[in-house]
């Protein structure tokens, strides 16, 4: 049979890079358990913002690449030795995407707002001190600031503006990360969502969640801006 | 980097008015084969800005593409095969992306764009 995920000796690594951990494998066990609707949506354009190793994107483009078309898959990293451990993952499995050095989405949100079919993320969700997020280095892979929120709250705005209409996000979510406060806020964006996986380790407990974007929520938002604009009127 | 990656890219640095296209200093372009795709074509036709990607593609040595094109040149088979080549096959392997106002530099190497900015920029 052949293999639906990266294969994990085929990884590259280095040693500012974060390897395949705990939450990468569910993030790509997540993908794996949708994969029958990611072949069924016919993607143009997938997308990993923090792409570290490449083992998700791969990944991706393993499990979704040897039928249909081929999607144009981008990621970005802004830990530069990310990117060409990433450029190395992929060559060794014979897939290809294309990879911009930069802060999560900065400098392709202009043209590439409304065009992304499936986005992937598996941000800096630890909690740390405020000054470790966004260090140089491996630490950019982990450090989420306070509740580890602070790069997550930068990426939802990004992924919102992303995302096609027809447009799927995956992310991955600590417990302290408030995942429930997430799925709100991205509601009043218009979006739906569901666990698609929860796991529980040793040391932390995961939950991969899908989001996308939903009439009835739009409808909901729609009535209560209107609603909102009522009263105040 | 392919073109159509060159096509979805703007300078990012704070209080830039125009950031699109941004220009292409070309070191080195490797051409990579890859399978033809009419339905990805047709699809990204539609996102991609034309006059950018004709230039674009001039810039790195491929003259075929059109001045101008529209919705109906997508029935050509000459076209799209044109289109292909320049949106999916250039690659931008050695060289930068020139902010079109303030002439900064993104450089490109191994293929990568590194779109990371000082701090004075953000």
């Given at each position: 049979m052949l293999s639906r995920t990266a294969k994990i000796p085929l990884v590259s690594s280095h040693p500012e890079v974060y390897e395949p951990c705990d939450d990468s494998f569910a993030l790509v066990d997540a993908l794996l358990a949708d994969r029958t609707n990611l072949l069924q949506h016919h993607p143009s354009i997938c997308m990993e913002i923090g792409c570290g190793s490449g083992y998700v994107i791969t990944s991706l483009a393993v499990m979704l690449g040897h039928e249909g078309s081929i999607p144009y898959y981008i990621a970005t990293d802004i830990n530069p030795h990310a990117i060409r451990v990433t450029r190395e993952t992929m060559d060794a499995h014979g897939v290809y995407a294309e990879l911009v050095n930069t802060d999560i989405t900065s400098g392709l949100e202009k043209r590439l707002a409304g065009s992304v079919d499936v986005l992937v993320v598996n941000p800096p969700y630890v909690p740390t001190p405020e000054e470790e997020v966004g260090c140089e280095g491996i630490v950019s892979a982990w450090a989420g600031g306070e509740n580890g929120r602070s790069v997550i709250d930068r990426i939802l705005p990004a992924a919102d503006n992303l995302l096609s209409d027809r447009g799927w996000l995956y992310m991955v979510t600590l417990t302290a990360n408030n995942p429930s406060e997430i799925c709100l806020e991205m509601r009043n964006k218009g979006y739906a969502s569901r666990i698609v996986l929860q796991r529980s380790t040793e040391e932390e407990s995961l939950h991969i969640i899908k989001f996308w974007r939903d009439s009835d929520c739009q409808l909901e938002l729609k009535n209560l801006n209107y609603w909102t604009k009522l009263v105040r009127s | 980097m392919r073109l159509l990656t060159h096509n979805m890219l703007s300078s990012n640095i704070k209080g830039v008015a125009n950031r699109f296209p941004l220009k292409i200093e070309v070191v080195k372009v490797v051409e990579k084969e890859v399978d033809f795709n009419i339905d990805f074509l047709k699809n990204m036709f539609h996102k991609v800005e034309w006059k950018a990607l004709a230039e674009a593609s001039r810039t790195m040595g491929y003259t075929e593409l059109p001045e101008t094109a529209d919705a109906t040149m997508l029935d050509s088979d000459d076209f799209l095969h044109k289109f292909h080549h320049a949106l999916l096959?250039?690659?931008?392997?050695?060289g930068a992306l020139v902010c079109p106002e303030t002439g900064r530099k993104f450089p490109v190497n191994k293929g990568i764009p590194n779109m990371l900015l000082h701090e004075d920029e953000v």
């Open positions: - | 096959e250039l690659h931008l392997e050695e």
